[in-house]
């Protein structure tokens, strides 16, 4: 998210406001202050400094919404990336998801479980009479706002939690993750659109539900439904494929044994590898020893290249910038995305080299199997 500054660590997570979040405090802080004025004419300006002091007990209410999801997932070996604070609230983001559909359920629900028990614990506070004047009707207020998290963030459609419910749902039922993401989606989309019209309604004043926040709402549920649509939709795509699937067919391959000069022939004067910079290197057995860029060519004279053999430019490669031919293509972009680079090495599992995955070839795969889908449709 843009305009997010790191504020410290939360149990080991790294929290984060964004700039939003301090519009928010301010109207929070001045509605609820505003409230706390006319409800106690006698709190004069400290009504304000009240009111700013709800305004931080709800973030914090939202915060113990996110960390409930946040330890449910670290219970079930998920790490936390981060926990945002946000226009529209909260914001705890998982770095893998829930193997199974019982773990994906109950981290949904911890978040909403948090706020019912904040809930009920504001209102016995509230109702009791322990505290008195101002202090009761900010636990009366923080109740009802626990109340509204729990209960608004129940609606089944993605990305609210009731989203993840419904997800988790339909992937037990189904057996498929992705048929659960497709469908709290597209139910995600739907009141996404419902907020917006009510929202547009509500603005030219045609209607008393809603306001422009629904409609700010309606828009920000309706990206994100959108979103997690079309990430399903691949993921669904590229299931069932593998590294090896997505090898490219004339891939930058020497042998080791070559001299420069063959490999300049090679590489520059096939057209189908002219177009690469690095070239994998493999001996006489398939194995993979490293790769050569194809500038070592400028670095030796070309007087020379007949008596210089590959093997003797060889660069290691990473491990990061290899991967197992049966490994799945999902997991492979995962690991390009989080490494940021655009190839890899495709290797079996006995160290042979099976040739190079570059990330853009995925999207022709994609569209090959498509046409393919379609035809024999
Ligand atoms: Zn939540």
Partial sequence: MNGN?????????????????????????????TGLASQFPYLGNSALILGLVAGLLMFASVLLHELGHSFAAIQRGINVNSITLFLFGGLASLDDEAKSPSGAFWIAVAGP????????????????????????????????????????NMIPGLPLDGGNVLRAIVWK?????????????????????????????????LSN??????????????????????????????????????????????????TLREFADMAILTKEKSQWQRFLVKDEDDNLLGSIRLNVLQAVPSTEWSNEIVRNFISPISE????????????????????????????????KLVGLLEKSNIINLLQKRDKAQMQSA
């Fill in 5 to 33: 500054f790191r504020v410290g660590n939360l149990f080991g997570i790294p929290f984060f406001l964004n700039i939003s979040w301090f519009i928010v405090l301010a109207l929070v802080t001045l509605n609820f202050g």
């Fill in 113 to 152: 479980l948090v706020s019912l028990a904040l809930f009920i614990g504001l209102f016995l506070v509230a109702a009791s009479g322990i505290v008195t004047g101002p202090a009761a009707a900010i636990a009366g207020l923080l109740a009802y706002i626990n109340l509204i998290l729990a209960t608004f």
């Fill in 173 to 205: 039922v189904t057996g498929n993750r992705f048929k659960g993401t497709l469908w709290a989606s597209r139910v995600g989309q739907f009141i996404g659109w419902t907020a917006i019209i009510f929202g547009i309604l509500a603005v030219l004043g």
């Fill in 209 to 258: 539900i809603g306001s422009f926040w629904t409609l700010l709402i309606g828009w920000f549920l309706l990206q994100n439904a959108g979103r997690s649509a079309q990430s399903a939709t691949l993921q669904e795509a590229l299931s069932g494929l593998t590294a090896a699937d997505a090898v490219v067919k004339e891939s930058p391959v020497v042998d080791a044994n070559v």
């Fill in 320 to 351: 990061e910038n290899k991967v197992e031919s049966d490994q799945s293509l999902l997991n492979v972009i995962g690991h390009l995305e989080k490494q940021g680079i655009q190839a890899i090495a495709v290797i079996r599992d006995n160290g």
